[in-house]
């Protein structure tokens, strides 16, 4: 149920009070594999805590991770999807801030072709360049 609602597993973890390790042992229990399960941490430029994946900014950047590595949405998340990508349209772009969260801003020249603002202590890997990229 919470993996088909795109759910991570950190945010599966404080919905029904387990830890992340609690979490893939009872999926791996259920026969549900590992490698299903998308851990989506390592894409974004600060770790996200689950406080700050449940605004509709959070919901769009993950729905477009989600498209980026192969993952097909729901119905509704593909409707939800499309909203977040015309906030780009209009000019804005996605920014997270650690202990404030995810916000849209003015889209400037220097954040070229991107979903978000890659604004984390390291530059970018080849990978985090492509599942961000429009």
Do not use: C
Request: glycine content about 12%; hydrophobic content about 35%.
């Amino acid at each position: 149920m919470y993996l088909d609602m795109g759910m991570e597993v950190q945010e599966i973890a404080d919905e029904v009070g387990m830890t992340q390790q609690g979490v893939h042992k009872r999926l791996g229990e259920m026969g549900i594999l590992r490698e299903k399960i998308l851990d989506l941490q390592e894409y974004y430029p600060h770790p996200v805590p689950s406080e700050h994946s449940g605004s509709r900014v959070a919901e769009g950047a993950r729905f477009h991770l989600y498209k980026k590595l192969g993952k097909e949405l729901t119905e509704g998340q593909e409707k939800r999807y499309t909203v977040w990508r015309r906030w780009h349209e209009r000019g804005r772009i996605a920014i997270y801030l650690p202990g404030t969260g995810w916000q849209w801003i003015p889209r400037e020249p220097e954040h070229g072709g991107f979903a978000i603002v890659w604004n984390g202590d390291e530059p970018m890997t080849q990978e985090q360049r492509k599942v961000w990229s429009l």
